[in-house]
Nanobody
Framework: QVQLEESGGGSVQAGDSLRLSCAAS???????????MGWFRQVAGHTREFVGA????????LYADSVKGRFTISRDNAKNTVYLQMNSLTSEDTAVYYC??????????????????WGPGTQVTVSS
């Protein structure tokens, strides 16, 4: 059973930076690098929004237009961990951020229904 847990959220001021981490486990000996790992965010009363995703390494990444140039996804496959570096934060980035994993046979995706496993989320609050 794949399990994911996010960390690194908190309250910051506009213009600040945060780095979120997602620790993954339960891959039953399969190569973690083959799992597409996604980041999503959700504000109360809104649908879940795609942020970015990665598979294998930094050459296989996908970003939403709203965060392109400000956010960077990376992964340490030896540690079964994926990161989301967030720079130049604004109040519009305030949300609960979720880490998700796709099945290993599938590639990069931007729809939440394409992902099978989810973490509990971590709150990011940006004050203006």
């Amino acid at each position: 059973q794949v399990q994911l847990e996010e960390s690194g959220g908190g309250s910051v001021q506009a213009g600040d930076s945060l780095r979120l981490s997602c620790a993954a486990s339960g891959f039953s000996g399969r190569d973690f690098s083959s799992y597409t790992m996604g980041w999503f965010r959700q504000v109360a009363g809104h649908t879940r929004e795609f942020v970015g995703a990665t598979r294998y390494d930094r050459d296989n990444t996908l970003y939403a237009d709203s965060v392109k140039g400000r956010f960077t996804i990376s992964r340490d496959n030896a540690k079964n961990t994926v990161y989301l570096q967030m720079n130049s934060l604004t109040s519009e980035d305030t949300a609960v951020y979720y880490c998700a994993a796709r099945l290993p046979e599938y590639g990069l995706a931007l729809r939440d229904r394409d992902y099978t496993y989810w973490g509990p989320g971590t709150q990011v609050t940006v004050s203006s």
